[in-house]
């Protein structure tokens, strides 16, 4: 399975950012998702997940500004990310979200970079 995240990019605080990541393979259906960020000098962290069934967790720090969302016909997985904080500055990367059947290798991330 290949990994791609994109739209990232730089942006005020307080602004927004819909973030998309295409999966190759024919599982991606069965299989939960997720976002993850790495923000410099920390260990990457999970931002959101979502279920086959389209349950959906948030890490608390992003609870009620960011959405997860993911279109199974088209093998995609989005972030939309409102109200962001300087704080929300990491690269995001996309990835098999928490199961038994643990991660795939990590594909190129995205870049967001939110400004005071």
């Known amino acids: 399975v290949q990994l791609q995240a994109s739209g990232g990019g730089l942006v005020q605080a307080g602004g927004s950012l819909r973030l998309s990541c295409a999966a190759s393979g024919s599982m991606f259906s069965i299989n939960p998702w997720a976002w993850y960020r790495q923000a410099p000098g920390k260990q990457r962290e999970l931002v959101a997940s979502?279920?086959?069934?389209?349950?959906?967790v948030y890490a608390d720090s992003v609870k009620g500004r960011f959405t997860i969302s993911r279109d199974n016909a088209k093998n995609a997985v989005y972030l939309q990310m409102n109200s962001l904080k300087p704080e929300d500055t990491a690269v995001y990367y996309c990835?098999?979200?928490?199961?038994?059947?643990?991660?795939?290798?990590w594909g190129q991330g995205t870049l967001v970079t939110v400004s005071s």
């Open positions: 979502i279920t086959d069934l389209g349950s959906t």
């Open positions: 990835n098999r979200g928490p199961s038994t059947r643990g991660l795939y290798d």
